[in-house]
């Protein structure tokens, strides 16, 4: 019997006559197959308890004294049981005991399965006896107690044959840590999942720094450090590779992960720190274990509410030993392992970890605003770095997160088309965007964002609703306080309208942003969006969007990009006429204009020797630019008044007044000339 786990018998003796089942955490509930958000504990679970069964003990240390292959390498001491409501089976997490210093190593357990009979004897199946996962997975709580999930046969799946590179070791460059576990890892289940997994440890909660680019696909950091029942995480996807791979960073720290790569989608570059070490979940100690998995192992593991699949043969660049040519790197390794598997073994590892320069680049076309009318959008751009660009992705927003569309451009600089037919993109406003990856699996940020409008007919049997933005003879008029109006029509299929929504932009499309006006759920009064143009400056480069949506989710639009605030009235020069008037008619001629809505129409009008206001013509048409009076008689004072009006509403008057022979002004003035004016 070993020294530790004699030890464990004595202290749990004399503490089972008062101890209490005491509770751990749950993980959190079962995710989406594409829900990759971060979930909060659950409360407490019965079957985490401390072994109180001497015999239960003695069953598991019979088991390995009389085990060979490598249960022979280490001592175990026992880290907890997990025993079954019925107590008629019960998992023991074995942790194996340093050969040179007698501490716990910090990695996964080991697992024993111990089932009792009916006289209450424990038989005793190790991890890598053939009947132990058929007996585990009756075991009521075996998801919680495994690295990975119980997977059918028809489910389990193969590693591919490749060898990845580029890899660093996933600290700080010149710190120095040691390998727990590499090719001999036993710990997951199937166990094969874990042949080319790593776990590294220096007794601390040291520091990750990720050990290739890559961006955001999966994280969680809710559980409480030390949980054993309970797994943090975070895994960045890399799509510098083919297939694309997956960077699997298990047993974090509670709430480690900066705040800014809490998203999915976010660039992480070669270098960056990530989050700090801890033992969540199934661990034995402090420890971090690494593995990439590929988009076709790649899978989310609901028992660790994690993502997971089949480790893949990778290597560090940072590492000598182990060598492949092809990619550069070397592959850690323990001496002991490297008897069984070959190569070379060692202890410790020194990282050359430092953060990476993110590439660049930049879409060169569409322009942004671009109105997108046909399926087919040609695209181009380019990517820069000094290692090397290996592939740029086309990148759309449209519901609050980036996707890629199109495909992955490996040509640099590259010009193709994209089908926005073949992508999920609504009609309507959406951005385009470009992502560099270099050949060290480092992303670039978001590149050269830009807003385009899409409004494509993409179905000849279930035809989309369309909708026209109201105009005033052929202008869109903005009001200073007022609405925007919109008609709408079904699609071929009838369905009812949803919706109309309604954007507005400014003039400044370098600086300017869609403003969302609002939503119009009822066509009573007319499909409708609120607008106060008040302090903007009069202009005609102002945009109006209007957006339908009918029953089933088909959309239509119709976009207005020289919609007008005009509050600026006309100008008019009317041409002056001599006084004393000798004539029997008189012709008044004018010049007359506006900058932006443009003459809607004149009207004309006299005053005759202080009279009332006479009426000549109320609706004179934009181009009419004279009239002639034939009612001039003797001694008579004509005051005229001619008003332009705009498409606006906006006006201006302007007067011209002329007298006839015989006229007496007041005070026994005569003058012999008008001015404009009374």
Same mark, same amino acid.
């Not at 289940?189 to 440890?201: E, L, Q």
């Not at 609901?302 to 660049?317: C, K, L, N, P, Y």
């Not at 409008?453 to 609703?465: A, G, L, R, V």
């Given at each position: 019997?070993?020294?530790? +786990?004699?030890? @464990?018998?004595?202290? /749990?003796?004399?503490?089972?006559?008062?101890?209490?089942?005491?509770?751990?955490?749950?993980?959190?509930?079962?995710?989406?197959?594409?829900?990759?958000?971060?979930?909060?504990?659950?409360?407490?679970?019965?079957?985490?308890?401390?072994?109180?069964?001497?015999?239960?003990?003695?069953?598991?240390?019979?088991?390995?004294?009389?085990?060979?292959?490598?249960?022979?390498?280490?001592?175990?001491?026992?880290?907890?049981?997990?025993?079954?409501?019925?107590?008629?089976?019960?998992?023991?997490?074995?942790?194996?005991? &340093?050969?040179?210093?007698?501490? +716990?190593?910090?990695?996964?357990?080991?697992?024993?399965?111990?089932?009792?009979?009916?006289?209450?004897?424990?038989?005793?199946?190790?991890?890598?006896?053939?009947?132990?996962?058929?007996?585990?997975?009756?075991?009521?709580?075996?998801?919680?107690?495994?690295?990975?999930?119980?997977?059918?046969?028809?489910?389990?799946?193969?590693?591919?044959?490749?060898?990845?590179? @580029?890899?660093?070791?996933?600290?700080?460059?010149?710190?120095?840590?040691?390998?727990?576990?590499?090719?001999?890892?036993?710990?997951?289940?199937?166990?094969?999942?874990?042949?080319?997994?790593?776990?590294?440890?220096?007794?601390?909660?040291?520091?990750?720094?990720?050990?290739?680019?890559?961006?955001?696909?999966? #994280?969680?950091?809710?559980?409480?450090?030390?949980?054993?029942?309970?797994?943090?995480?975070?895994?960045?996807?890399?799509?510098?590779?083919?297939?694309?791979?997956?960077?699997?960073?298990?047993?974090?720290?509670?709430?480690?992960?900066?705040?800014?790569?809490?998203?999915?989608?976010?660039?992480?570059?070669?270098?960056?720190?990530?989050?700090?070490?801890?033992?969540?979940?199934?661990?034995?100690?402090?420890?971090?274990?690494?593995?990439?998995?590929?988009?076709?192992?790649?899978?989310?593991?609901?028992?660790?509410?994690?993502?997971?699949? !089949?480790?893949?043969?990778?290597?560090?660049?940072?590492?000598? +030993?182990?060598?492949?040519?092809?990619?550069?790197?070397?592959?850690?390794?323990?001496?002991?392992?490297?008897?069984?598997?070959?190569?070379?073994?060692?202890?410790?590892?020194?990282?050359?970890?430092?953060?990476?320069?993110?590439?660049?680049?930049? /879409?060169?076309?569409?322009?942004?605003?671009?109105? !997108?009318? $046909?399926? $087919?959008?040609?695209?181009?751009? #380019?990517?820069?770095?000094?290692?090397?660009?290996?592939?740029?992705?086309?990148?759309?927003?449209?519901?609050?997160?980036?996707?890629?569309?199109?495909?992955?451009?490996?040509?640099?600089?590259?010009?193709?088309?994209?089908?926005?037919?073949?992508?999920?993109?609504?009609?309507?406003?959406?951005?385009?965007?470009?992502?560099?990856?270099?050949?060290?699996?480092?992303?670039?940020?978001?590149?050269?964002?830009?807003?385009?409008?899409?409004?494509?007919?993409?179905?000849?049997?279930?035809?989309?609703?369309?909708?026209?933005?109201?105009?005033?003879?052929?202008?869109?008029? /903005?009001?200073?306080?007022?609405?925007?109006?919109?008609?709408?029509?079904?699609?071929?299929?009838?369905?009812?309208?949803?919706?109309?929504?309604? #954007?507005?932009?400014?003039? &400044? #499309?370098?600086?300017?942003?869609?403003?969302?006006?609002?939503?119009?759920?009822?066509?009573?009064?007319?499909?409708?969006?609120?607008? $106060?143009?008040?302090?903007?400056?009069?202009?005609?480069?102002?945009?109006?969007?209007?957006? !339908?949506?009918?029953?089933?989710?088909?959309? @239509?639009?119709?976009?207005?990009?020289?919609?007008?605030?005009?509050?600026?009235?006309?100008?008019?020069?009317?041409?002056?006429?001599?006084?004393?008037?000798?004539?029997?008619?008189?012709?008044?001629?004018?010049? @007359?204009?506006?900058?932006?809505?443009?003459?809607?129409?004149?009207?004309?009008?006299?005053?005759?020797?202080?009279?009332?206001?006479?009426?000549?013509?109320?609706?004179?048409?934009?181009?009419?630019?004279?009239?002639?009076?034939?009612?001039?008689?003797?001694?008579?004072?004509?005051?005229?008044?001619?008003?332009?009006?705009?498409?606006?509403? $906006?006006?201006?008057?302007?007067?011209?007044?002329?007298?006839?022979?015989?006229?007496?002004?007041?005070?026994?003035?005569? /003058?012999?000339?008008?001015?404009?004016?009374?």
């Amino acid at each position: 019997m070993t020294k530790s +786990i004699k030890f @464990g018998i004595i202290v /749990l003796i004399l503490l089972s006559a008062s101890l209490i089942a005491f509770a751990l955490i749950n993980p959190p509930p079962t995710q989406g197959s594409n829900d990759f958000s971060e979930n909060i504990e659950s409360p407490t679970d019965p079957s985490d308890q401390v072994p109180t069964n001497p015999d239960l003990i003695s069953a598991v240390e019979s088991a390995l004294k009389n085990a060979s292959g490598h249960w022979k390498i280490f001592n175990y001491q026992i880290e907890h049981t997990q025993i079954q409501d019925d107590g008629q089976m019960a998992i023991v997490w074995l942790a194996a005991e &340093d050969p040179e210093t007698g501490e +716990i190593m910090a990695r996964e357990p080991e697992l024993t399965l111990a089932i009792a009979d009916e006289h209450g004897n424990w038989g005793v199946l190790l991890e890598d006896n053939p009947k132990f996962i058929e007996a585990f997975s009756k075991f009521q709580y075996a998801e919680k107690s495994i690295q990975g999930d119980l997977l059918q046969i028809s489910g389990v799946k193969a590693r591919s044959d490749a060898v990845f590179g @580029g890899y660093y070791l996933p600290w700080a460059e010149g710190l120095e840590k040691r390998l727990t576990w590499s090719v001999a890892h036993s710990s997951c289940n199937p166990i094969y999942y874990c042949t080319h997994a790593f776990d590294f440890a220096d007794g601390t909660m040291f520091p990750i720094m990720a050990a290739k680019g890559g961006t955001v696909f999966h #994280w969680r950091d809710s559980c409480p450090n030390n949980t054993p029942t309970c797994t943090n995480s975070i895994t960045l996807q890399d799509k510098s590779t083919t297939p694309w791979t997956y960077q699997i960073y298990l047993h974090i720290a509670n709430n480690s992960i900066p705040e800014h790569l809490k998203q999915v989608g976010t660039p992480v570059t070669q270098g960056q720190f990530i989050a700090n070490v801890d033992n969540t979940g199934y661990s034995t100690g402090h420890h971090l274990h690494f593995m990439v998995v590929t988009e076709d192992t790649r899978y989310f593991s609901q028992g660790m509410q994690s993502v997971w699949g !089949v480790a893949e043969d990778i290597t560090f660049r940072d590492v000598s +030993i182990n060598w492949n040519t092809a990619t550069q790197g070397g592959r850690p390794r323990l001496a002991y392992e490297a008897e069984t598997y070959g190569g070379v073994g060692k202890t410790y590892y020194i990282s050359g970890n430092k953060p990476a320069k993110a590439p660049t680049g930049g /879409l060169t076309a569409p322009a942004a605003e671009t109105y !997108v009318t $046909n399926r $087919n959008l040609s695209v181009a751009g #380019w990517g820069e770095q000094n290692v090397g660009v290996v592939k740029l992705e086309i990148l759309a927003n449209y519901d609050g997160a980036w996707v890629q569309i199109g495909s992955e451009q490996t040509k640099n600089p590259f010009t193709t088309t994209v089908d926005l037919c073949n992508t999920s993109i609504p009609n309507g406003l959406f951005q385009l965007a470009l992502r560099v990856w270099d050949n060290k699996g480092n992303p670039s940020g978001i590149l050269t964002p830009r807003t385009l409008i899409k409004n494509i007919e993409c179905s000849t049997t279930d035809t989309n609703p369309s909708v026209s933005l109201v105009k005033t003879d052929g202008l869109l008029l /903005l009001p200073v306080d007022g609405h925007v109006g919109a008609i709408v029509n079904k699609g071929s299929k009838g369905r009812n309208i949803a919706s109309v929504e309604f #954007w507005f932009h400014g003039q &400044d #499309w370098e600086n300017d942003d869609w403003v969302y006006l609002g939503k119009d759920t009822s066509e009573t009064g007319g499909w409708t969006g609120p607008i $106060n143009t008040a302090g903007m400056d009069d202009g005609d480069g102002y945009a109006i969007l209007a957006l !339908v949506t009918d029953a089933g989710g088909k959309t @239509g639009m119709d976009v207005i990009f020289d919609a007008i605030v005009d509050r600026t009235g006309p100008w008019i020069s009317i041409n002056p006429l001599p006084s004393p008037f000798t004539n029997s008619k008189a012709t008044i001629t004018w010049t @007359g204009g506006d900058l932006l809505s443009g003459l809607k129409h004149y009207s004309l009008s006299v005053r005759v020797n202080g009279g009332a206001e006479q009426v000549l013509a109320s609706n004179l048409p934009p181009k009419t630019t004279s009239y002639t009076y034939n009612n001039l008689g003797p001694e008579q004072l004509l005051i005229f008044s001619l008003i332009a009006v705009d498409r606006a509403g $906006n006006s201006r008057v302007e007067k011209i007044a002329l007298y006839t022979p015989g006229y007496e002004f007041e005070y026994g003035y005569h /003058l012999p000339l008008f001015f404009m004016g009374e």
